[in-house]
Structure formats: structure tokens, C-alpha cells
């Protein structure tokens, strides 16, 4: 099958989930499909990631996004029925270049990730896909809503608002949606009753994480957390993360330390402590995994699957979270992993795991299990092959 896939980020480094999924998911599909790949890039020092995407993909065109605070996309997003979200991601440029490439070349399919996207798809009879790896009004309306100044929150309500309405829109649109969790296709299909969604969840490449040697707490417990501290997510977790949960961690465990890694860990702005470390330098994420007791991700926004949580099952490295953080993760608790949704239950279960190696070992040993059954990039490529089959067929 020949596709045109349509990204928002180039999928290389993996430095994001996005990221990681997009590029696990050409890497299998290229060995079946022949993939063009279509991508924004935020600075032209990104081109040089394009060489690992090479091997992969058919044909690579990259196009450099307006950055996010230009007064054109202010303008767009102020005077116009497009949301932010939308504005800083349209680009005339590509869209005359997709219209070229639509009408010359002779496409099968259309892969877009994230709706946000697909205005510069010019209109076509190629049947399209869309995957929603969450669902991105709800993100922004949670913290929307924990917003205290009016004047703010008032007129960020309304951009919520447009994008509600433009990612509903595109899914009424397309012709088939993916999401990646059930419990956001039970979503959106309370807000369209009856929409085409297939679940295509996150997956891991076992082989890649498997092997973690569990290291000795008794020197320095290490509780890690993993994420990209642009992603709203990510900021106020680790935000509950310090101010709360690890003040009453450190009250029992007091040598413990926390490890914070990641892109854009400046984004975070806490003091220097000597118990908090904030990582930039971990340049593969396995090695973070292997030197953790454990991971503990205090996730409270909605939405997509969580790949840090699946890559530290797959490294069987024992994961705390909430169970929005194991949302899309078929995962027993209190076997798989351990939930809490309060900050002192999160605290607790931390502490309860880093006294007990033995629990440690059980936790990762069976979160391992999991991933190697139900979320390997290879059995998550094939579903996605069948749903290309299907919507062709259905288009026909």
C-alpha cells in the first residue's frame, strides 16, 4: 500500500511519545507498505534526525512550523474561528506542496497523526485516517479550569471551545478514527454517537528495554519520573510530584532521591535541591529505567496512553500511578502496577516499594509480562494494517 503520512513533529529523535510511536509504527509498516512522510520540524537544525527516518520511508519532506508566539498566529487565532492549536500548524506551503503530491502521485491512504493537521490536506477522494493519540480539547480543558485569574481563563475558555469544535469536526470527516485508548473511543462517542473508531494502543519494543538489572536501594532509593516538560501533562504532575508527594516520601525514606528526565526540564523552574535531580543528558531512556528503583508518575490529565508507563514495564522497572496515568494499559492492580489517586496513597505505595525489593521484583517482572503480550510494536502494527484494509475496502 502507498501512504502519505502527515505528522505534526518529525518522528525522530524519540524524545516524546509522539515521537516514539510514529517512528515504531513506519518502521514496522515500511516492511509491508512504501511510506512518504510529510512532517513539521520547529527549527531547521531538526533536518539532521532525517537520516534515521531514511531507511523507512519512501520520500521525506519536512516543513518548518511559525513559531508558536508569532503575531501571525496571535492574529489567526484571535480574529479567526480557528483555535491556537490550529493556527501555528497552518501552512500554505504545505498545503499547495500535498496538493501537488496528491495529484501526481497515486496514493492509497492518507495517515494523519492528530487532527490539528489535516487542515492542510487538500480536498481528495483518498480515503483518510486519522489517529488521535488523545484527545486534545479535554488536555487543555482541564487545565483550563484550574486556572484562577478570569482574565486569562475566560478567553482561553472560548479557544477550548474552537477546539472541541474542529477536532469534532475532522472526526465526522475522515474516514475512519483511530484512538488509542478504549476509554477514549467510549469518549467520543459519547460526543458522536455511533463514530468509526478503532483502538490502536501504544506499544514498546520489548527487546529494546527487556534485560533491566534491578539495582540495590539500599544506598540511594531513586524514584524517577520521565516526560517532555513542554507537554502540560508532564509540567503539573511533576509539580504534584515535588510539592506535595515527595515532601511526605522523604519523611520516611530519607535518603531517597528523585530523578526528573527529560526534554525541557528548564521549563520546570525549581530551585537546585540536592535530593532532585533534573536530567537532560540521558540520551537513551533504557539506561534511565535500569539505574530507577521505580517509576512514579502522578498523572492527572485526561487522555492517550502513557509510553512512560509502558516502557517501565517493559524494563520491569515497578510503576506507581494513578488510574488516569494506566488509562489504555490493560493492566491489573495491584499485580501489574500500583494505583493511587490521592497524593499520601501515591506517597505511600512509593515507600511501601522501595522497602520492599522483593515487591519491586514482582511488580516489574509481571508489568514486563503485559507489554511483551498485548503491547509489542509488531502486533500493534498489524492491527493497523487491517484497519488500512479496512477502510480501503469500505471506500471502494
Not at 488536555?139 to 469534532?168: A, N, S
Request: proline content about 6%; aromatic content about 10%; glycine content about 4%.
Amino acid at each position: 500500500m502507498k501512504i502519505l503520512m502527515l505528522t505534526p513533529y518529525l518522528p525522530y529523535p524519540l524524545f516524546s511519545g509522539g515521537q516514539t510511536r510514529s517512528f515504531n509504527l513506519i518502521k514496522n509498516l515500511a516492511k509491508n507498505h512504501e511510506i512518504s512522510l510529510f512532517s513539521f520540524i520547529r527549527s531547521n537544525d531538526e533536518k539532521k534526525y532525517i537520516k534515521y527516518l531514511r531507511p523507512h520511508c519512501k520520500k521525506i519532506h519536512v516543513f518548518k512550523r511559525r513559531p508558536a508566539w508569532s503575531p501571525i498566529n496571535i492574529g489567526l487565532a484571535g480574529f479567526t474561528l480557528y483555535p491556537f492549536l490550529v493556527v501555528i500548524y497552518l501552512s500554505r506551503t504545505l498545503r499547495n506542496f500535498l496538493a501537488n503530491e496528491i495529484a501526481t502521485e497515486k496514493y492509497d491512504l492518507i495517515h494523519a497523526e492528530t487532527f490539528y493537521v489535516l487542515p492542510n490536506i487538500p480536498p481528495t477522494q483518498i480515503p483518510t485516517l486519522l489517529v488521535e493519540q488523545t484527545i486534545e480539547y479535554q488536555v487543555y480543558q482541564h487545565f483550563v479550569e484550574q486556572m484562577k485569574i478570569p482574565l486569562i481563563k475566560y478567553p482561553l475558555r472560548l479557544d477550548v471551545k474552537k477546539v472541541k469544535f474542529w477536532e469534532t469536526y475532522y472526526w465526522r470527516k475522515v474516514n475512519q478514527v483511530v484512538a488509542v485508548s478504549e476509554d477514549d473511543r467510549n469518549k467520543m462517542r459519547q460526543l458522536i454517537p455511533n463514530l468509526s473508531v478503532e483502538v490502536i494502543p501504544n506499544g514498546v519494543d520489548p527487546k529494546m528495554f527487556s534485560g533491566n538489572s534491578m539495582v540495590s536501594s539500599a544506598q540511594t532509593p531513586t524514584v524517577l519520573y520521565v516526560g517532555n516538560f513542554k507537554w502540560l501533562q508532564n509540567r503539573e504532575a511533576v509539580e504534584i510530584l515535588i510539592e506535595d508527594i515527595w515532601p511526605k516520601i522523604k519523611k520516611e525514606i530519607a535518603n531517597a532521591k528523585l530523578w526528573v528526565v527529560g526534554r525541557n526540564t528548564s521549563a520546570l523552574n525549581y530551585l537546585k535541591q540536592p535530593d532532585i535531580i533534573f536530567d537532560e543528558s540521558v540520551d537513551n531512556i533504557k539506561e534511565a529505567y535500569k539505574k530507577a528503583d521505580m517509576v512514579l508518575a502522578p498523572i492527572k490529565g485526561p487522555g492517550g496512553t502513557r509510553l512512560k508507563v509502558l516502557e517501565a514495564m517493559a524494563s520491569s522497572c515497578p510503576v506507581v500511578t494513578t488510574s488516569v496515568g494506566i488509562e489504555g494499559i490493560e493492566a491489573d492492580p495491584g499485580v501489574d502496577v500500583l494505583i493511587g489517586d490521592t497524593n499520601n496513597d501515591l506517597a505511600k505505595l512509593t515507600v511501601k516499594l522501595l522497602k520492599d525489593a522483593n515487591l519491586r521484583k514482582k511488580i516489574g517482572k509481571a508489568g514486563f509480562l503485559v507489554v511483551e503480550k498485548r503491547y509489542n510494536w509488531e502486533s500493534i502494527t498489524k492491527k493497523i494494517e487491517k484497519v488500512y484494509q479496512n477502510v480501503q475496502h469500505e471506500k471502494r
